[in-house]
């Protein structure tokens, strides 16, 4: 099954309201796709989340947004001078922290647990998985989901692994860091695991309020596609709720 098949199948059997958003890395920029113009001038994760809505969108080392994007997807090796103040409780440049570590010490050392072992040179492209070609394969396959979404994905994870403890991984972490930087060095590690994101409070004000992620590897979704039509959702119970979805939406989406 091609990926672009994949992904339409997946989202009609779910009634996802979004479309499930492939990222990978290319040489080239994709035509037409969005970016910023230049860098430092915005969170990225209302630009990705337009490929969820049908848009193709590319980044670059030039277009990152802000400096934690940049750091994130593998730009940079640093944030920016006095992060682990502004993640705690110090003052930057005249703003006070956002006060989501204790200590600067601790986020500190958080931010450089993520730092990139080498610096990406290659476009990050993410765009709707049902535009995939043929000759096409994501890293990355990320949902923004509600809660009854991330609910049937939360059950598809575990149809076949009903006692695993690690199907899942949600930390403290920013909100792209949770589509991208987790979900990829987690993947680098030989990890079959999704993770639940966008828990980043200075993200979600951004975004629909109902909003989350969870993002995986795409041969994690492929897995859990195979047994998808023996699942719960053949059931009166999840057709009621796909039902409800589809009401509050307006559409079969």
């Not at 860098?39 to 049908?54: E, F």
């Not at 110090?90 to 200590?103: A, D, L, P, S």
């Not at 949600?170 to 639940?196: D, H, Y």
């Amino acid at each position: 099954m091609y990926t672009k098949e994949l992904a339409i199948g997946f989202k009609d059997k779910l009634g996802l309201g979004n479309i499930p958003v492939g990222m990978f890395f290319s040489e080239i920029r994709p035509e037409n796709a969005i970016s910023f113009k230049s860098k430092g001038n915005g969170c990225i994760l209302p630009l990705i989340y337009k490929a969820a809505q049908g848009k193709t969108i590319a980044i670059d080392q030039d277009t990152t947004g802000w400096n934690c994007s940049a750091f994130y997807l593998g730009y940079q090796d640093w944030i920016f001078d006095g992060i682990e103040c502004f993640l705690s409780d110090g003052v930057v440049n005249g703003r006070e922290g956002e006060r989501f570590i204790k200590t600067s010490k601790q986020a500190k050392s958080f931010v450089e647990y993520y730092q990139p072992k080498t610096l990406n040179t290659k476009v990050t492209v993410f765009k709707p998985l049902s535009e995939f070609e043929a000759y096409e394969t994501p890293e990355l396959v990320i949902f923004f989901v509600n809660a009854d979404e991330l609910s049937a994905l939360v059950y598809l994870l575990h149809y076949n692994a009903p006692e695993s403890e690690d199907r899942i991984v949600t930390r403290f972490i920013s909100g792209c860091g949770s589509i991208v930087t987790l979900p990829m060095k987690l993947k680098n590690e030989g990890k079959m695991q999704a993770v639940w994101g966008m828990h980043d409070i200075s993200v979600r004000r951004r975004l629909p309020k109902e909003l989350m992620t969870l993002t995986m590897p795409y041969d994690l979704l492929v897995e859990i596609t195979k047994d998808i039509d023996e699942s719960f959702i053949i059931t009166d119970s999840w057709k009621a709720i796909k039902d409800r979805n589809t009401q509050n939406t307006g559409d079969g989406a």
